[in-house]
Structure formats: C-alpha cells, structure tokens
C-alpha cells in the first residue's frame, strides 16, 4: 500500500521558515518524482514544487521560487518543502504527491498525502 505523510505545518508568523516533510513508504521511492501542492478554502489547488527522481532537476511555481526549496533524501524515503519568508497568502493545505517517474502535470501525480496545515498570520 503507497503512503504518503505529510508533517511540519503549524500556526507561524509573517517571515517565519517552515519546513514539511513528505514520507513515503509502499513504494520504490527511488524511481518516484515527488511534488508538493496546497490548497486554500475557495481556491483550486496550486503546484508548488516538484523534484524528480535522482534530484537532479527542480522546477518552481512562479508564486514561490524564491522562497522555497524542495530537496529529498531517497535514503530516507523522504522529501521536503522549505519555505521562507512566508506571507499569509501561504496559507493552505499543503500536499505531497509522487508521480512514477517523471511527471507533465497534475494528472501524473497519482499518489497523494492527507496534506498538512500551514497558517500564517499577519
């Protein structure tokens, strides 16, 4: 069974660093690109981040780059989401996903986590 959990949201500050977890199990992780996704009340769902297998190619939301980096550890089964500077319109749920492979779209990433809470406040 493919599980993804998500961990690291909380209650921050404007300009306050977070940094969520993404582990995986049920999976050969190694072969997986991972990517993160958020989601605010009233709002679609947003690409954030994603990275590919080897860690060798990262590609940014345009709302994001800048702030945030998303880096994995395939020894450990696990991804991550830093994100800097953050700004109430962080605000969201935020999800990981894996996509077999490689990924083109939303579509691709067919396995997801329970997502984790960030909030920040002015």
């Known amino acids: 069974q493919v599980q993804l959990v998500e961990s690291g949201g909380g209650l921050v500050q404007t300009g306050d660093s977070l940094r969520l977890s993404c582990a995986a199990s049920g999976l050969t992780f190694h072969i997986y690109a991972i990517g993160w996704f958020r989601q605010a009340p009233g709002k679609e769902r947003e690409f954030v981040a994603a990275i590919n297998w080897s860690a060798t190619n990262t590609y940014y939301a345009d709302s994001v780059k800048g702030r945030v980096t998303i880096s994995r550890d395939n020894a450990k089964n696990t991804a991550y989401l830093q994100m800097n500077s953050l700004k109430p319109e962080d605000t969201d749920v935020y999800y990981c996903?894996?996509?077999?492979?490689?990924?083109?779209?939303?579509?691709?990433?067919?396995?997801w986590g329970q997502g984790t809470q960030v909030t920040v406040t002015a």
């Open positions: 996903a894996a996509s077999r492979f490689t990924w083109l779209g939303t579509a691709d990433f067919r396995h």
